[in-house]
């Protein structure tokens, strides 16, 4: 994982989060928000860019960002005294892993979400099923999960380049990931490559590293989430709602909903 400075300044925030945000603040409305206190937890939060836009809209909600990256939570903690004290104080930062976290620390939530491919990565040392029953066990009766994560029906392929960006210290950077499907079985090798053009230099700093990315598949998700309740109510494969369809899209939008009965759902 890059540096959290260097992901703040890569991403454009904007765009993200005119995408993101409505779609997240859609679902908490789903759980009549306005009049009462939700609990919501990110996951895999960064630099927390969704939870202090989420406190704007719920006031009374209580929202805590869970990191595995200490680095990613001190910039997150940095960016929210910035805000106003309203919004700083509904929000917690934990640094951590998921995995060692209990729910009688952080109590269970009404929503949990997941966005940037922070449950891929997650994977990356844990079992699916390790995943979801921990997941599980954090929701609320009732409890809705949303999440991301490539559609690996669709595999990525080849180099995706991120436009270039400023960073503070006045270089050029971008970043090119490279998506090969193809090389290890049940994994995608995702590189990252970071290259920097310091100013009056010619010659640019390339940084590269790689990072194995499992391969889980739609009908997996879907067969782990029922075997916890877990309801898929809708699967989305764009932030405007358009409905998922696993030879088009990129990515699957999944949001569920924590049942006591048992699902019938069919992928
Ligand atoms: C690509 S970033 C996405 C950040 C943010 N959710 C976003 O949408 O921009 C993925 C994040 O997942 C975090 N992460 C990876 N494994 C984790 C774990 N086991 N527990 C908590 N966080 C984890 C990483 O530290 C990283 O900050």
New binding site residues.
């Given amino acids: ?1 890059m540096s959290a400075e260097i ?1 703040l300044q890569t ?1 454009n925030w904007q765009k ?1 989060l005119r995408r993101e945000i409505p779609i997240l603040k859609e679902i908490c409305e789903q759980k009549n928000t306005t009049q009462k206190q939700i609990r919501i937890l ?6 927390g ?2 939870l202090t836009e989420l406190a704007k809209y719920f006031p009374k909600a209580e929202l805590v960002g ?4 200490s680095e ?1 939570i001190q910039l997150a903690q940095k960016l929210l005294i910035s805000f106003d004290w309203a919004i700083s104080s509904q929000i917690n930062f934990h640094a ?4 060692s976290q209990s729910p009688s620390n952080f109590g269970k939530f009404d929503f949990i979400y ?5 449950i891929l ?2 994977l ?3 079992k699916p099923l390790e995943l979801f029953s921990r997941i599980n066990q954090f929701l609320a009766p009732n409890g809705l999960l949303f999440f991301q994560i490539l559609n690996n029906s669709k595999p990525r392929k080849g180099y995706v380049p991120s436009p270039i960006c400023h960073t503070q210290e006045g270089d050029n950077f971008y970043t090119i990931k490279r998506f090969d499907p193809n090389l290890h079985q049940n994994q995608m090798e995702v590189e990252f490559v970071e290259v920097y053009q310091k100013k009056n230099r010619s010659k640019p700093e390339v940084k590269a590293h790689k990072s194995f990315w499992p391969l889980i598949s739609n009908s997996e998700i879907a067969k782990i989430l029922s075997s916890f309740n877990l309801e898929i109510l809708e699967t989305w494969g764009s932030y405007n709602k358009i409905p998922f369809s696993s030879s088009k899209h990129d990515s699957l939008l999944l949001l569920a909903q924590k049942r006591n009965k048992n699902s019938n759902f069919l992928y």
């Avoid at 869970?66 to 990256?69: K, P, Q, T």
């Avoid at 997941?114 to 922070?118: D, K, P, Q, V």
């Fill in positions: 994982m992901y991403i993200r990110d996951l895999g939060c960064g630099p860019k969704h869970i990191d595995l990256s990613m951590g892993d998921f995995f997941s966005l940037g491919n922070s990565l997650m990356e040392d844990h």
